[in-house]
Nanobody
């Protein structure tokens, strides 16, 4: 059974960078699309980015040009490189699996990780 674990969060100053990892175990990652989501305090969870099985990606408008999602199937890991971070990027970031990237409706995703905290502050 697929299990996902996120890592790489932390405290960073505005304008800084972080790279998050979503590591899979239990089965190979190459049969799944992987989405990154975030939830800030007092706000609903929102989809951030998704990478399909074959590699195409999509991003929510607020992170386009700043975030990049990649996958390394040999390492069973998906990454989210975050650049030019803003205070409004502060949230718990989680990854989850789906059959394909077709929007960010939570019901389409499964095997949610526990999340990793990203705090952008000076």
């Amino acid at each position: 059974q697929l299990q996902l674990v996120e890592s790489g969060g932390g405290l960073v100053q505005p304008g800084g960078s972080l790279t998050l990892s979503c590591a899979a175990s239990g089965t190979t990652l190459d049969r799944y699309a992987i989405g990154w989501f975030r939830q800030a305090p007092g706000k609903e969870r929102e989809g951030v980015s998704c990478i399909s099985v074959s590699g195409p990606t999509n991003y929510v408008d607020s992170v386009k040009g700043r975030f990049a999602i990649t996958r390394n199937n040999a390492k069973n890991t998906v990454y989210l490189a975050m650049n030019s971070l803003k205070p409004e990027d502060t949230a718990v970031y989680s990854c989850a699996a789906a059959q394909k990237c077709s929007g960010y409706l939570s019901a389409f995703f499964h095997s949610w990780g526990q999340g990793t905290q990203v705090t952008v502050s000076s």
